[in-house]
């Protein structure tokens, strides 16, 4: 075999054979398929697709391009993906949940992506906690606390990290054979048993719409059972921000109200959902509903939050963080309320535009190697449907300096529509795709 066969049959419209992408997918993580090799590849799979068979095949040599773990646990290992939106922390929430329910959960996370916020980002708000560990490191907290949020060894889909780097400067990231083998090389990789899958739909997410929200579930759903992995997902909705914060620390902290029972909000109500899911696919509850009042039970007494606190201490993290968040947290030395400019109700967000929002205040990067301000970002967001009176506060800024405070204030009065009357409210929960 060589590359340029199979990129040469790609082309021309023929679905290379598994033995062939198992091999291609070596070469992206040995080197041998270069990097021209690599964006023609990718190109030609972005004009031509894989098709069903094609799809899981690549998707399973992705993951058998390195380390694929392995578990000896009493209880099921599952986990959540989601496909990124604004002021979506439910990793935060669900990850100590499902531990305190009897489920093992090794979280392969990752970084903030375009306007969307990252996991791991999130937690480097902590101080002291490290998201890189070893194998060994993680095995021993997942083995003791029954979670650990990290981000993925060097070894593990070795030939999705370098794929996906040329897919960012090759215009070759739409295509949902390389989006599908991107996300579930690396949860496969995990050596997950069941997983649950969030897809976003909406302005602040990258699929706007529903449909293609739904092929994209669609596809993720078939190629990780076809992996041998049982998994379902849930078509959720991004016309507003799940919480009513964006930005790493703010995020944390809105976790936090959750985790300890002090919110109970589109937050709450959406980890609950996807928990309630997990614990199907794992085996710990007969039906959705049993398994949503585990996860609110476990929420509700302390459970999770305690499983919270024990991780992050294994990590590195503050053992009083779940006492004393406020007091760990970094704070924006600039804070201020953004006020309605007319009366009126909360009719539609362009969330693409407040992610973007909060990258230009410091709270993500705009090119490769920017160091993040954990402290700023947006919180107390007024929800669809609200209603104020001209001045209320829209929104509360958090930012490094009154300049930054100020642009952020004019992008986001054009990202928020203020109407008349009352627009309805889409759902939370649009569809589901069983497993």
Wanted: glycine share 12%; aromatic share 2%; charged share 20%.
């Amino acid at each position: 075999m060589d590359a340029r066969t199979i990129i040469a049959g790609i082309r021309d419209g023929r679905t290379p054979s598994a033995d062939a992408l198992q091999w291609f997918a070596r070469g992206l993580a040995n080197g041998r398929v270069s990097d021209a090799q690599a964006g023609a590849f990718a190109m030609a799979v972005v004009l031509n697709g894989l098709g069903d068979e094609g799809r899981t095949a690549l998707t399973m040599a992705m993951r058998d391009s390195g380390k694929i773990l392995q578990w000896q646990s009493d209880g099921p290992v599952i986990d959540k993906h989601s496909t990124g939106g604004i002021g979506d922390c439910v990793s935060l929430v669900l990850a100590p949940a499902l531990a305190a329910c009897g489920a093992y959960v090794p979280m392969i996370s990752g970084r903030g992506l375009g306007h969307t916020g990252g996991t791991l980002d999130k937690l480097e708000a902590i101080p002291g906690l490290q998201t890189t560990q070893s194998e060994a490191r993680l095995r021993d907290i997942v083995a003791r606390v029954g979670c650990a949020i990290v981000s993925a060894s060097a070894d593990m889909a070795p030939a999705d990290r370098r794929l996906y780097a040329v897919r960012d400067v090759t215009a070759t990231v739409e295509s949902l054979d390389l989006i599908t083998a991107s996300i579930l090389s690396k949860k496969l990789a995990a050596g997950l048993q069941g997983l649950v899958l969030d897809v976003k739909a909406g302005s602040g997410a990258f699929m706007k719409g529903e449909r293609a929200a739904r092929d994209l579930a669609t596809a993720l759903v078939d190629t990780a059972n076809a992996a041998g992995c049982r998994t379902s997902a849930m078509i959720t909705d991004m016309s507003q921000p799940l919480a009513p914060a964006l930005g790493n620390a703010l995020e944390v902290a809105e976790a936090m109200r959750v985790l300890t029972g002090q919110a109970h909000g589109r937050l709450f109500d959406l980890s609950v959902a996807l928990g309630g899911q997990a614990l199907v696919l794992g085996g710990l509850a007969d039906t959705p509903q049993a398994g949503e009042a585990q996860i609110q039970a476990a929420l509700s007494d302390g459970r999770a939050a305690d499983r919270f606190a024990r991780m992050l201490a294994a990590m590195g993290g503050p053992a009083d963080f779940v006492e004393e968040c406020q007091h760990h947290l970094p704070s924006a030395p600039v804070i201020r309320d953004l006020p309605a400019p007319r009366a009126g109700y909360v009719a539609a967000m362009d969330g693409e535009a407040m992610g973007l929002a909060v990258i230009a205040l410091g709270g993500g990067r705009q090119v490769e190697g920017d160091i993040i301000n954990p402290a700023v970002g947006l919180d107390r967001v007024a929800p669809l449907g609200a209603q104020l009176e001209r001045g209320d506060p829209l929104l509360r800024i958090h930012a490094a300096t009154p300049e930054q405070a100020d642009s952020a204030a004019k992008a986001l009065l054009t990202a928020i529509t203020i109407a008349d009357k009352a627009a309805p409210v889409p759902p939370l929960i649009h569809d589901q795709v069983p497993g």
